[in-house]
């Protein structure tokens, strides 16, 4: 740390001491935190997680495409196949 | 990217140092818990890391402080400061004072003050760490230098007092 012009030497002297005791002062709560194996294991599952996201997020994207593109061919096989299916009706019949 | 073996060694040496920097910062030891936890598992998710361990740590520090930083924009006021020391018979009651002086800054100052004085962290450091300019670094670190001589002054603390 730089001496800093608006505080004397001996505020500054005070400051550092008090930071030096903070610093070495018991914890009235020690951290809850999981062991390393445990973080692991977390972060590993975080990253299958992303990864099945990566590989799915194409497919995701495609879908409104893919239910619009089946609804358009089912459209147009309807619009083809119904004067043919009443000629095969009307043949059938008379 | 950290092997799992070199990350377990790291987080075993540092953990409790960047727990107790956010909790003296955040002044709430849930959220100590729950940052640092999520910063160590950033630093496992990242594939591009310092190769030294003091810049490991320096990222880990960073990675805290932006979480932080995250933290405080999102809560009011109030949330802030509604954390108090709780009152353990482990801790001295020199120590609890410590405490409860530097608990008395804002938040920022507080993170500020760690990361200079204990971490010993540069201008430069302590803007990543924190989303701050360098600039705005040297002027809230001044004046949350100058809060907490106000505060120990006036609680007696200073000039000599804490020896």
Do not use: C
Not at chain 2, 138 to 158: F, N, Q
């Amino acid at each position: 740390m730089t001496q800093h012009e608006d505080l004397t030497a001996a505020e500054e002297q005070g400051l550092s001491a008090f930071m030096q005791r903070l610093q070495a002062s018991t914890l009235d709560r020690a951290p809850r935190m999981p062991n390393a194996d445990v973080l692991v294991l977390k972060a590993q599952l975080i990253r299958k997680w992303e990864a099945q996201r990566r590989i799915r997020r194409p497919i995701e994207l495609m879908e409104p495409f893919e239910i619009f593109a089946t609804a358009a061919a089912a459209v147009l096989l309807l619009f083809w196949s119904v004067p043919s299916a009443f000629d095969w009706v009307e043949r059938l019949m008379f | 990217m950290l092997t799992e073996h070199a990350f377990g060694e790291f987080y075993q040496r540092h953990a409790r140092a960047v727990w107790t920097y956010v909790y003296r910062s955040t002044n709430n030891a849930a959220d100590a818990d729950d940052i640092v936890q999520e910063a160590f598992l950033r630093l496992f998710q990242t594939d591009l890391l310092p190769s030294d361990e003091e810049g490991l740590r320096r990222y880990v520090f960073r990675i805290a402080g932006n979480l932080m930083t995250d933290r405080w924009r999102k809560r009011t006021r109030e949330e802030r400061h509604g954390a108090a020391l709780s009152e353990q018979s482990s801790v001295s009651p020199r120590d609890l004072d410590v405490a409860r002086t530097f608990a008395e800054l804002k938040p920022r100052d507080r993170a500020l003050l760690w990361l200079a004085y204990v971490e010993g962290g540069s201008h430069a450091d302590i803007a990543e760490s924190l989303r701050l300019g360098r600039d705005s670094v040297k002027v809230m670190l001044s004046r949350a230098r100058l809060r907490l001589r106000d505060l120990l002054k006036a609680r007696g603390l200073i000039e000599g007092k804490l020896e």
